[in-house]
C-alpha cells in the first residue's frame, strides 16, 4: 500500500556562521491515509521544522519525501503553492484569517487560488462553514468572532480544498481549555469521517488525542507508536539534560527551529 | 486569483484608510489635474486664436513694402494691376497704411484709437464685409471717388461713434493729427466695444493717410486669396511682383493669415508641451508617493501575504494583488485629477471671461477627450508601473518567514 506521507532519511540542515545545526537529522516516517497522527516535541526538537516539510513550505536539505506520491521534496515554490493549494489544509495556531475579509471570503481563498469558479466557490464554502456549524456567521469579520469561531473558520478554510492532509499547527495554543477540548474532539470527529489529521504540538495532553504519537528530539524520532502506549508520554528527562548541558548548542538549535 | 476579486480587495484597502489613501493620491491628483488644466488652457487658446483669425480672414495676405523712395518702388496701382492679372488667386487688394496722428473730437483725445488709410476694396459691398470681417452698421463705406478725389471723409467703429458723438456719428466731424474728416459711415460692433477693441477703429482714404504720414517708409496692402487653399499660391504672385520691383529680399515681407495662425499655433504647442512636461515631473513624483506607500503595505501585511501563500497563492497571484492594488490607487487619483482638472479650468474660464472680457468670440478653456484618456491611461501605467517593485517583493516573500512575521 502506498503511503500518503512519506519521509525517506530526511536531513534539514541549517547553517548558523560556521556551525551546521541538524533540525532534522536522517527522519524516516509514514503515515497513511485516515490516520490521526500528533507529532510531538520540545522546542528545539525540529517538529516545527517537520510540520514546514510536510506542509511544503520548505524542502529539506537532503533526503525525499512523497506525498501522495508525488515526490515534492525538489519543487519550486510555485510548485509547492500548488501542492499545498490541492492537497493540504492549514489549521495554524493563531487562526491566521485576513482581517478585512469576512467569514465567507476566508473560507474562499484557497478555492480562489485553485481557479474555481465564483459561484461553485461559494456554495462549497458555505458548505464547508456548515460543517464547523458557522453557517450564520458567513459575512462577519474575523474580529467579530470568539477566539474558538475563529479557530472553526480556520478549520472550515483548511477543509474548503477537500485536502489530502490536514496539518494542525498547535491548533490549541491560543485558546482556553474547554474551548480546546472542543477543537480537538472536531479533529478526532473528522478523523473519524475519514480526513487524515496531522497535529503538530509540545503538549502530551493534547497528543494523546491522536491515534499514533512520533516523539521528535533533536532532529531524530525517539517514539513512533499508538498514543495509549505509556511510553508515549515519557519525556526523556535524561536526554533532555544532556543537550542542556551543551547549552551553546541547544540554545543555537531551538533558534534554528523557531 | 481573478482580477475582480483584486480590485474589490483594492478598494476596500483604499477605503478603511481614507486619509491615508487620499494622500498617497495626492501626487498623482495634482500631476493630472495640471495636466488637464494646461492642456485645456492650450486648446482654449489656439481655438480662440483660430476664431480670431477665421473672422478676420483666412485668406488674408498681408505684405509689407520698406520703400527705397526711388523709381524702384511699387505703388498702389501696381499692386491692383496684379490682382485683375490673377484674378484666379487673388480676389482683392487694398493699402492698409497705419496713421500716427491722434484723433481728437472737441477737447477729447482717443490715444488708443487705430486709424488705418485704405482703399474702397477693403469693404466688399456685396458680402457686407470689410476684409477683417467688419459689417457696415450706418451710411457707407469710402468710395473709389473718396480715394481718387483724396476727399477728407472718414469710416469708424462703433466705440468711437459711442464715445465720441453719443451714437450718432454721420455727417459730423472729427480730426486725425489736425486733419478733420467727415464721418460717413459706421461699422457694427464686432469686438466687444471698448477702448483700443476693434470697433475702436477709423479708416481714412489711403490718398489722405498718405498724406497724413507723409515720410514712412513702410507700405502695407493686404489681399485678399480667392480661397484659404490660394493664399500660399497668392503670397508667391505677391512676393515675386515685389522681388522683380526690388531685386532683393530685405524691401518686403509678405505674411499670410494661414502662416500667422500656424506660426501661433506652433507656438501654443510648444509652451503647452514645455508645460505638460513640467506637470509630467509631478506625475513622477506622485509614482514615486504610491511606490512608497505600496512598500509600507507589502511590509505591514506580510502575515497577510503569508497566509495567502500557505493556501496556495503563487508568487504571480500576489503580485498581480499587489499591481492592481497599486493602479487602483492611482486609476481613482488621476479619475479625481481629471475630476478636479475639468472644474478648475472651467472656474479659469469664468474668470477670464469676466476680468478680460473676451467679446465675442468666448475663451472656453475646454479638455479634450484625447486629452483625459492620455492622462488617465498615464496615471494607471504610472501605478503599475512604480506598483512593480513593491508587488514583486511581496511575491518574493518566503511564507515561513511571512506567517511567523508580526
Avoid at chain 1, 474547554?178 to 503538549?203: A, W
Avoid at chain 2, 468710395?143 to 462703433?158: F, K, L, Q, T
Avoid at chain 2, 515720410?215 to 493686404?222: A, H, N
Avoid at chain 2, 475663451?363 to 504610472?382: D, E, K, N, R, Y
Amino acid at each position: 500500500m502506498e503511503h500518503l506521507i512519506e519521509f525517506k532519511d530526511i536531513y534539514k540542515i541549517y547553517q548558523m556562521g560556521d556551525e551546521a545545526v541538524h533540525a532534522l537529522d536522517g527522519v524516516s516516517l509514514a503515515i497513511d491515509p485516515g490516520e490521526f497522527v500528533a507529532i510531538v516535541g520540545q522546542s528545539g526538537s525540529g517538529k516545527s521544522t517537520a510540520m514546514n516539510i510536510i506542509g511544503c513550505l520548505d524542502v529539506p536539505t537532503s533526503g525525499t519525501y512523497h506525498l501522495g506520491g508525488i515526490d515534492v521534496s525538489t519543487m519550486d515554490d510555485d510548485q509547492q503553492a500548488e501542492i499545498r493549494n490541492k492537497m493540504l489544509g492549514f489549521i495554524f495556531q493563531q487562526y491566521n484569517l485576513i482581517p478585512k475579509l469576512n467569514v465567507l471570503e476566508n473560507v474562499e481563498l484557497p478555492l480562489l487560488y485553485a481557479g474555481i469558479s465564483a459561484q461553485e466557490r461559494r456554495e462549497r464554502a458555505v458548505r464547508s462553514l456548515e460543517r464547523v456549524g458557522l453557517s450564520d456567521k458567513q459575512k462577519n469579520l474575523p474580529s467579530q468572532l470568539s477566539g474558538g469561531q475563529q479557530q472553526r473558520v480556520s478549520i472550515a478554510r483548511a477543509l474548503a480544498g477537500n485536502p489530502s492532509v490536514i496539518l494542525a499547527d498547535e491548533p490549541t495554543g491560543a485558546l482556553d481549555s474547554r474551548t480546546g477540548r472542543e477543537v480537538l474532539s472536531f479533529l478526532q470527529k473528522l478523523n473519524r469521517e475519514g480526513d487524515t489529521v496531522v497535529l503538530i504540538t509540545h503538549d502530551n495532553s493534547i497528543a494523546v488525542k491522536a491515534k499514533r504519537i512520533v516523539r521528535l528530539q533533536d532532529g531524530k524520532v525517539i517514539y513512533d507508536g499508538d498514543s495509549q502506549d505509556p511510553q508515549a508520554v515519557v519525556q526523556p528527562e535524561e536526554e533532555a539534560s544532556e543537550a542542556s548541558e551543551d547549552g551553546f548548542g541547544a540554545l543555537v538549535g531551538e533558534e534554528a527551529a523557531e | 486569483m481573478n482580477f475582480t476579486q483584486s480590485f474589490k480587495l483594492a478598494v476596500k484597502s483604499l477605503l478603511t484608510s481614507k486619509m491615508r489613501a487620499l494622500l498617497t493620491m495626492l501626487g498623482i491628483i495634482i500631476g493630472v489635474a495640471a495636466v488637464i488644466i494646461i492642456t485645456s488652457l492650450g486648446n482654449g487658446m489656439q481655438k480662440y486664436m483660430n476664431d480670431q483669425f477665421e473672422e478676420m480672414g483666412s485668406n488674408l495676405v498681408q505684405a509689407q513694402v520698406y520703400r527705397s523712395w526711388s523709381s524702384m518702388d511699387v505703388t498702389a496701382k501696381d499692386m491692383y494691376a496684379l490682382v485683375e492679372k490673377y484674378p484666379q488667386y487673388l480676389s482683392g487688394v487694398t493699402p492698409y497704411t497705419s496713421v500716427q496722428g491722434m484723433v481728437r473730437h472737441g477737447s477729447d483725445e482717443y490715444k488708443r484709437t487705430s486709424v488705418y488709410g485704405v482703399g474702397e476694396t477693403f469693404y466688399n459691398s456685396s458680402k457686407n464685409s470689410t476684409m477683417q470681417g467688419s459689417k457696415m452698421g450706418k451710411g457707407r463705406f469710402l468710395s473709389y471717388v473718396d480715394v481718387e478725389r483724396e476727399m477728407a471723409v472718414c469710416v469708424i467703429g462703433s466705440y468711437l461713434e459711442k464715445e465720441a458723438f453719443g451714437g450718432d456719428a454721420l455727417g459730423k466731424t472729427i480730426t486725425v493729427g489736425g486733419a478733420p474728416f467727415t464721418v460717413v459711415g459706421v461699422l457694427e460692433k464686432s469686438g466687444d466695444n471698448s477702448e483700443g477693441s476693434a470697433d475702436d477703429t477709423m479708416y481714412i482714404p489711403y490718398t489722405q493717410a498718405d498724406r497724413l504720414s507723409s515720410g514712412s517708409y513702410l507700405d502695407m496692402y493686404l489681399f485678399t486669396a480667392t480661397d484659404r487653399s490660394t493664399a500660399a499660391t497668392a503670397k508667391g504672385i505677391v512676393e515675386n511682383r515685389l522681388y522683380k520691383a526690388y531685386q532683393s529680399h530685405d524691401n518686403y515681407f509678405v505674411l499670410t493669415s494661414a502662416e500667422m495662425m500656424d506660426a501661433m499655433d506652433s507656438m501654443v504647442n510648444l509652451l503647452m508641451a514645455i508645460l505638460t512636461l513640467i506637470a509630467a515631473i509631478s506625475l513622477l513624483v506622485g509614482g514615486i508617493g504610491i511606490m512608497n506607500i505600496m512598500l509600507v503595505s507589502v511590509t505591514e501585511r506580510t502575515r497577510e501575504i503569508g497566509i495567502r501563500k500557505s493556501l496556495g497563492a503563487k508568487g504571480r497571484d500576489i503580485r498581480s494583488q499587489f499591481i492592481i492594488e497599486a493602479g487602483t490607487t492611482s486609476a481613482i487619483g488621476g479619475t479625481i485629477g481629471i475630476l478636479l482638472g475639468i472644474v478648475v479650468a472651467n472656474v479659469i474660464t469664468i474668470v477670464i471671461g469676466a476680468v478680460v472680457g473676451t467679446g465675442s468670440s468666448d475663451f472656453h478653456a475646454v479638455p479634450t477627450l484625447q486629452g483625459i484618456a492620455v492622462a488617465f491611461g498615464v496615471s494607471v501605467a504610472i501605478g503599475v508601473l512604480f506598483g512593480y517593485l513593491p508587488a514583486n517583493k511581496a511575491a518574493k516573500l518566503n511564507p515561513i518567514d511571512a506567517l511567523r512575521y508580526d
